[in-house]
């Protein structure tokens, strides 16, 4: 949601639609409700309601239509046009507008998720260190205006705010923190890469989306961690010096070459990196996830990389249905994970005795 012009539906191609940030102009005003369902991770399907920002649509939605719009939510995704100066008429009146769906939504979807983007941050000022207070200054704002909007005294879940442009890396993050909280077993999925990685000697392992290459899981600290919070085994394997915006770089990279691809009419199947400093391999692993194993250690090869992917092929997929049956530590001990195994009913003991031997 937010006002016609924000850059709902530009974000929405670039994500959903693997449209590049530059065609976007070409996208007409949404007219009332655009929906659109998209399959993610197979059996998963995203409903989403790109709402149109005129300002008879937006007092529909919170008159006549909210118990439809707000009902069932999962998450709310505000998006607010950064170019409105703090404290303007324009700007006060898309946050009044703001807490009417906050309060709508926390009545109707008391357990929704609110992310706030903060859009085309790259017009707000060519200076990094502006654009920075102006962010900070508006988050602020938000995260006071969102706390003070309460219904019939239940708790009141924090927002989260991002600074997002189509044109760099930005809008991909904060997407990513979006259908991170969205895939049902993403612990489960953490635990068996941070497994793989250490087994493998790599430094990183990350599973992303097939088709929005979106980062679902990765092994080891989580997603948006500081480097004071990286792991042991992280830390000796050299991340700490990693690019905090690699993610989103290696997904642009892999978009581009893609559409390369199509237009040569060749298929996208994976490919691998050899460089100085580590070597990267990146394939499928099931049909709607792909694995990016990275090493720093410089004895390993990426076709050996690409050999482990396709060994782990076949436990990954099975993650994915509602049973696990193949023996597996980390699928018997986990709690988001139905452990079916001829070993289930085994004591602890003889189960780490059998997996040993």
């Known amino acids: ?57 937006l007092n529909n939605y ?18 607010f046009d950064g170019t409105t100066p703090s404290g303007s008429a324009e700007w006060e009146k898309d946050i009044r507008y703001y807490e009417e769906c906050l309060s709508s939504l926390r009545e109707n979807s008391d357990d929704a998720n609110v992310w706030v983007l903060i859009n085309k941050m790259d017009l707000v000022s060519r200076d990094r260190a502006e654009r920075d207070r102006m962010f900070e200054e508006k988050r602020a704002e938000l995260e006071k205006r969102s706390n003070a909007v309460q219904v019939d005294g239940k708790e009141v879940k924090p927002i989260r705010c991002f600074a997002t442009s189509i044109y760099d890396e930005s809008l991909y993050k904060a997407w990513s923190s979006v259908i991170h909280t969205l895939v049902p077993n993403a612990s489960l999925m953490q635990s068996h890469l941070t497994h793989l990685c250490k ?84 394939d499928a692993l099931t049909p709607n996830t792909y694995l990016m194993l990275v090493s720093t250690e410089p004895w390993v090869e990426p076709h050996l990389l690409m050999l482990n992917i396709d060994q782990a092929r076949s436990h990954f997929d099975e993650l994915a249905k509602p049973v696990v049956k193949t ?18 009913k085994a004591s602890p003991q003889d189960f780490w005795q059998e997996v040993t031997a």
């Open 199 to 282: 087994m493998l000697s790599c430094t990183e392992a990350v599973l992303f989306e097939s088709q929005t290459f979106l980062v679902l899981a990765k092994s080891g600290s989580d997603l948006d961690c500081d480097e004071t919070e990286l792991e042991e085994y992280e830390r000796l394997g050299g991340a700490v010096g990693f690019n905090r915006k690699r993610f989103e770089k290696i997904s642009e990279i892999v978009k581009e070459f893609r559409h390369t691809c199509r237009r040569t009419m060749e298929p996208f199947v994976n490919w691998e990196m050899r460089l100085p400093q580590a070597c990267i391999a990146l």
């Open 62 to 79: 919170v008159s006549s239509q909210r118990t439809q719009i707000f009902t069932n939510v999962a998450i709310l995704i505000y998006v």
């Open 1 to 57: 949601m937010g006002k016609s012009g924000s850059g709902k539906s530009s974000m929405r191609g670039v994500i959903f639609s693997n449209q590049l940030a530059r065609d976007t102009h070409r996208l007409g005003a949404t007219i009332d409700v655009e929906h659109s369902n998209v399959r993610f991770l197979g059996s998963m399907v995203l409903n989403l309601w790109d709402c149109g920002g005129q300002e008879g649509f």
């Open 327 to 344: 023996r597996c530590p980390i699928c018997r001990e986990h709690e988001a994970c139905k452990y079916e195994g001829d070993d289930a």
